[in-house]
Nanobody, 122 residues
Framework: QVQVLESGGGLVQAGKSLRLSCAAS????????MSWYRQAPGKQRELVAG???????NYQPVAKGRFTISRDNARNTVYLQMDSLKPEDTAVYFC????????????????WGEGTQVTISS
């Protein structure tokens, strides 16, 4: 069984920064990709940024130039550094992890965290 736990959310003023962390624990032969999603009230969950096992990153337009995703493979942890935050960044941020079923990572299983609330005041 794998557990995924996000942390680092909170309430900050617009223009400030937050750093989210997400750690996967349990039986983990390897991790293929890790991503951050967010869901604002009344809206669908959306992809923010992702990073694969070799460090290739992708960012959605909402994140480009302001957010930075990184990962520590030894700790099975992914981070999201969020700078120049805006009120429209207010959402619950979820971590998405593709855990390899074997060390060769031919197949994997997806796990979601419970989310961490980010609130940006104007």
């Amino acid at each position: 069984q794998v557990q995924v736990l996000e942390s680092g959310g909170g309430l900050v003023q617009a223009g400030k920064s937050l750093r989210l962390s997400c750690a996967a624990s349990g039986t983990i032969p390897g991790i293929h990709a890790m991503s951050w999603y967010r869901q604002a009230p009344g809206k669908q969950r959306e992809l923010v940024a992702g990073i694969n096992s070799v460090g290739y990153t992708n960012y959605q337009p909402v994140a480009k130039g302001r957010f930075t995703i990184s990962r520590d493979n030894a700790r099975n942890t992914v981070y999201l550094q969020m700078d120049s935050l805006k009120p429209e960044d207010t959402a619950v941020y979820f971590c998405y992890v593709d855990v390899c079923l074997t060390s060769s990572c031919g197949t994997f299983e997806t796990y979601w965290g419970e989310g961490t609330q980010v609130t940006i005041s104007s």
